[in-house]
């Protein structure tokens, strides 16, 4: 027998309205199927569940290698122990000159006292040039990269295999020009190449998809977290204020910002056995779909969770994840933010909406335009 649907992913209220739609889901029915994502789960304590149960939970979701995200232990901590000094404090730290620099030169580009959209003008190209540079790639990948990030989110939605093919088959193509040009460089990619497992090389498709991580994985997620961040503090012009006045409370303010309103949706685990999640059974071998928004306004979890808070204990926030998968990237990706929010605020002495921001539709979140005005 068909599995009934409990809500509609693809739906005009679920893609324009999303949170709201995952607020509701978390209340009404928290353990959700739909046939596009399978079963959702909407709370913190069950994706808290799910997270740390990697037995039960598997993350050998795809056919398609993913390195590490699609592997089980133990070959997923041999990939780990691998990529995590590729992200300790020191090389962030080290970093982090260059991320300032990036986020300078672009803020001066759009404090210009006329409209602009965030999106298109800052958001997408920092989060390429970010990384490009994290990678020791050069800045003539920045628009090839964002089409192509565009491109596979559009296939994502539509669920067309034949086009997400295409789009990892480009990939390719990129990376393969890249290493090519890296063999003798020193940076981050000529350092992957040298890698060893057990004594033998990273193959050529494990290369690929470290490197399609890197360079593309969390684009979308980067460039929405940005239009996430200023377009509350163009909604809200106390806060901003307060960051103008004290740059130390940037980092506690962009937790609680991207707490309120994540920049990832979802990431996927198969059953290995049948569970039973808050009262659902769900068969071995189904796809589970995590979703990170709902379960970091989950109001069980957050006092007041769908209002900005300062103070707030965020040892809960699941917005990097938890458990084994946790987001390497994570200090990264808080070095970079920072760097963002940091120069466009010491650069500017105004930042307002210039005009209603549209949302971004799943795969992505946050908003597809955010049009500003700063000065
Ligand atoms: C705001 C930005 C980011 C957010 C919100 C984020 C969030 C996450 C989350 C929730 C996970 C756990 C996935 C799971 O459990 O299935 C994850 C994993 C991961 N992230 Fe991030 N991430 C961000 C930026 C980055 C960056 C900049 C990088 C690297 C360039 C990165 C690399 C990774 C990798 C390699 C994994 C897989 C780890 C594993 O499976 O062990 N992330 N990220």
Redesign the pocket.
């Known amino acids: 027998m068909p599995q009934k649907q409990d809500w509609k992913p693809r739906s005009d209220e679920s893609l324009n309205h999303a949170r709201a739609t995952y607020d509701r889901m978390r209340t009404k029915c928290p353990v959700a199927y739909s046939d596009f994502l399978k079963w959702s789960i909407f709370r913190h304590a069950d994706v808290n569940t799910i997270?740390h149960d990697p037995k039960t939970f598997s993350?050998r979701v795809s056919r398609h290698l993913s390195v590490?995200?699609g592997m089980d232990p133990p070959q997923?901590g041999v990939y780990?122990r691998l990529?995590n000094p590729y992200f300790s404090e020191q090389a962030v730290q080290q970093f982090a000159p260059t991320c300032q620099d990036i986020a300078r030169r672009y803020a001066n580009l759009i404090i210009q006292g006329k409209e602009i959209d965030f999106m298109t003008e800052f958001a997408w190209p920092v989060a390429v040039a970010m990384?490009c540079a994290?990678l020791g790639w050069s800045e003539q990948h920045i628009d090839t990269l964002s089409a192509w990030v565009k491109r596979n989110q559009k296939a994502t939605l539509a669920q067309d295999r034949a086009e997400l093919a295409d789009c990892a088959a480009e990939f390719e193509v990129i990376v393969s020009g890249v290493i090519e040009r890296h063999q003798n460089k020193d940076d981050v990619t000529a350092r992957l190449l040298q890698e060893r497992v057990n004594g033998e090389p990273l193959t050529r498709s494990q290369l690929i998809s470290i490197l399609r991580?890197?360079a593309v994985?969390?684009i979308g997620?980067?460039a929405a977290?940005m239009g996430i961040l200023i377009q509350f503090l163009t909604e809200n012009p106390d806060i901003q204020q307060q960051l103008r006045d004290d740059h130390a409370k940037i980092p506690e303010a962009i937790e609680e910002i991207l707490r309120l309103h994540g920049?990832?949706v979802s990431?996927r685990r198969k059953t290995t056995c049948p569970v039973n999640i808050a009262g659902r059974i769900i068969p071995a071998d189904a796809i589970v779909s995590i979703n990170?928004i709902s379960a970091n306004r989950d109001e069980a979890v957050f006092a007041d969770a769908h209002k900005f808070r300062w103070n707030r204990d965020h040892s809960q926030n699941l917005?990097?994840?938890a458990g084994?998968?946790?987001?390497?990237?994570?200090g990264?990706?808080r070095m970079e933010?920072k760097a963002v929010l940091t120069a466009i605020l010491s650069g500017s002495k105004t930042l307002e909406a210039g005009g209603k921001p549209t949302p971004a539709h799943y795969p992505g979140s946050g908003y597809a335009t955010v049009p500003i005005i700063s000065q």
Not at 324 to 330: L, N, R, S, V, Y
């Open positions: 997270l993350n590490p995200n997923h780990r990529i990384q994290f991580n890197w994985g969390e997620t980067m977290a920049p990832l990431n990170w917005m990097y994840g084994i998968h946790a987001c390497p990237g994570a990264l990706a933010l």
